[in-house]
């Protein structure tokens, strides 16, 4: 993605990618390293830094939001707004994973005071409803058709941050009772801190198909390798590169930052997503409920630091973001 083509933005980035605190220069970086946007998308971005240099962090999480509300957080209702996010248009094709199996199911992580807070409920209805239910209770479905109705009224169409189950499925087998903190630091979930937000984090765990979610768009929803065009800023994220012409191991997802604890290069795994379409929930994609009461251990530049080599190597771009990085983060 070339900047250069926005100098009231790159300046800044330019800047605070080597100033400042960890996180700004994390944002910066992302932004200075992401080859994934396309021209077209480069274009809807660029009017929003048309009225002079941005001035700090502030400024340009302001004028990113712009961008946002218009081309991601658009309204499911609105005749005057575009029918699909900017993820799920054309322009955004080389992205998108056309080729996924649509057999597989995808996890998504909501949080739950938002949906709860709508109806009245207390959490620990909702999560006895979601079990009642599973467990062949249908007295509970009306419960949690309600609560999606409500959700869904006030849910915009922003691409989801999804992963494979296969991808977590040792994190949800059955008996790991800490599951919802290994979710949250596999898919780097950094903003579920508990220690950030001073109390304990309630979850919502959604499962769906990919059949689904490709549906969801009337057979355009197939799902995307994230860039920082397609949600807000956040320096938890990493983009992946293209791959190299070499590469045999790249995978069709993007990377998660994993915010497990480890101490070494080596015992690092990169965690995987996508992005999803918005999907009007139904009570059959309420999958577990959950409380995330740890706060967040790993350092997110030991941890971004971990994540580059091994981008590198799965993309076979060992200079991939020298000009940022040199060797490392």
Known sequence: MDLQTIPNLHGYLKTASKSGDYEEQACARNFLLDERPSEEALKLYKPHFASGPVSDFDDWYARHQGFAKKHLFIS???????D????FRPLNDRNRVTQIDARLNLI????????CSLRGHAFEEVTARIEAFQAGDDTARGFLQGLCDAWNADRDQRPAYVTTEIQVEDILADGVEDWAVRLRNRLGLGRLD????????????????VAEAIAALDGRGHPAIPTVLDGDINGYFFPDPLPGPNATEAPPYGGTVNLTPVESENDYRIGRELLSPRL???PEHFYRAGIIAEPVSMPL?????????????????????????????
């Open 76 to 82: 499911p209702d609105d005749p005057d707004e575009p």
């Open 84 to 87: 699909a996010p900017v993820t």
């Open 108 to 115: 998504r992580v909501e949080r739950a005071g938002w949906p």
């Open 194 to 209: 508990p220690g950030s937000a001073g109390r304990p984090i309630e979850i919502l765990v959604m499962h769906y198909g």
């Open 280 to 282: 009007v929930y139904r």
């Open 301 to 329: 530049d030991r941890a971004r630091g971990f994540h580059l080599p091994w981008v590198r190597l799965y993309a076979d771009r060992e200079n991939f973001g020298a000009e940022l990085f040199g060797g490392g983060e």
